[in-house]
């Protein structure tokens, strides 16, 4: 890739953001160009279902890099323009203004989209999502005038909201359609007590349910009708049912996708000159016992990650994505920090003590430890994430002693 052919960057997030940053870092000197759907500079997303709905974080603060950044490294950030259609042959880019780009390499950062509900009343004023900024500025406007908050879906997100509308001193119910909270990421145990601490803190939760209609008054929310005929009377509703990724753009180029844009773990795709990291990646990962070959990792940890991965590959210096997958979630008082990717069939250890919401469980596969659960106990969340890197094989009875010192185990299995 010459100097003269721009680096493109469809997508203004966190992998957006981050691959023209290490680009950059790692000596890439070609033009960048960075084009976002949203109107707003790149900024966090995690606040916008934590501090920014209790009102601990500002607007201000959510700024993804300063206000210098992007003119000191030159990259040309170009937000509220949406692509839509890219021809692979010539190179090219289309805008939503009809404006046409030429690139040397093209990055698909497009992420994905909340999942819709399909329902009877999802249309109603007082129905909302949480993606953006936006999304979460409506939110917050609109609970300053509710008192009864309907959360659909226990996954992270939805909890998290559920958390904060809590906070704010809404009377918050979860439905969801699994008999069990974040049935996809956690073990039974895990997600018991999860529904306990969200009970005891006064989340009323609706398991097993499904949601049959959205019933309105005067074209604004009033009930969330279940299958089973029941009614939750609420003044809003926030959608929390996951998300979908946004692979169009690649569809339409015959990029290769499945559950997301298919590529190695250097972002590279089916289509030379063209890249895919975040949320819309279906990512090759590094070889795990029993674990996935590949999949979707929806983390701000795996989007910077991969875009760091994909800009050593365009700076001529190649380092695949490796590290071991984490996440975290704060609902309530509780820090959740998970590493790895846990299945039905691991040997779960318990170090600490649940009732007393500081504690971690750990994931045995063959031996070897291959994901942690850590609740208010960050250092251990720390220290699990290189014991898992290095497949370490570790004694269940020293992960459940608590006298136990975990970042000497760590020092053993580095010598």
């Known amino acids: 890739m010459s100097a003269a052919e721009p680096l493109v960057i469809v997508g203004a997030s966190y992998a ?15 033009p960048i160009m960075l084009l976002g759907e949203e109107r707003h500079a790149p900024y966090q997303r995690p606040p916008l279902s934590k501090g920014l709905l209790t009102g601990k974080t500002s607007v201000d603060a959510l700024a993804l890099r300063g206000p210098g950044f992007f003119a000191d490294n030159a990259i ?50 007082g129905v909302h999502d949480l993606r953006t900024l936006d999304d979460a500025l409506a939110i917050s406007d609109a609970l300053a005038r509710a008192t009864r908050a309907c959360v659909i879906g226990g996954g ?8 904060a509308l809590a906070a704010r001193g809404a009377a918050v119910t979860v439905v969801e359609s ?23 803190r006064g989340v009323a939760l609706m398991l097993g349910h499904g949601v049959r209609a959205l019933i309105g008054e005067s074209g604004r929310v009033q009930h969330v009708e279940l299958d089973d005929g029941s009614r939750i009377g609420c003044d809003m509703v926030v959608m929390g049912i996951g998300v979908l990724p946004n692979t169009e753009l690649a569809q339409q180029a015959g990029i290769a996708c499945d559950n ?12 030379a000159g063209v890249i895919a990291i975040g949320d819309v990646a279906n990512t090759v990962l590094p070889a795990m016992p029993g674990g996935p ?31 071991v997958p984490w996440f975290w979630s704060d609902q309530h008082d509780l820090k959740l920090q998970m590493a790895g990717l846990p299945q039905a069939g691991d040997e779960a250890v318990l170090r600490g003590d649940m009732q007393a919401g500081r504690f971690s469980l750990f994931y045995l596969r063959g031996g070897a430890l291959v994901a942690a659960h850590s609740v208010n106990r ?13 497949r370490a094989r570790i004694d269940p009875r020293l992960l459940q002693d608590p006298s136990a010192d975990l970042k000497s185990i760590q020092r053993e299995t580095e010598s």
Request: with cysteine; net charge positive; glycine share 10%.
């Open 260 to 271: 997301g844009i298919l590529t190695d773990a250097l972002g590279r795709t089916s289509e």
């Open 16 to 30: 957006g953001t981050q691959l023209a940053a290490s680009a950059r870092e790692l000596g890439f000197d070609a």
């Open 378 to 390: 960050p250092a251990e969340h720390m220290h699990s994430r290189k014991l898992i890197a290095a």
């Open 293 to 323: 070959a590949r999949m979707r990792l929806e983390s701000i940890q795996a989007a910077n990650d991969g875009a760091r991965a994909a800009a050593s590959a365009l700076a001529g210096q190649p380092q695949p994505f490796g590290g």
């Open 156 to 163: 992270f997100i939805g909890l998290e909201v559920a958390s």
């Open 76 to 125: 040309d950030l170009r937000t509220g323009r949406r692509a839509t259609a890219v021809d692979t042959a010539a190179r090219t880019l289309t805008l939503d203004d009809g404006t046409t780009l030429r690139y040397g390499c093209l990055a698909l950062a497009t992420g994905a989209r909340c999942r819709t509900l399909q329902v009877p009343g999802a249309d109603l004023a």
């Open 178 to 200: 699994q008999p069990r909270l974040l049935a996809r990421s956690f073990p039974p145990l895990m997600s018991d007590y999860l529904a306990d601490a969200h009970r005891q």
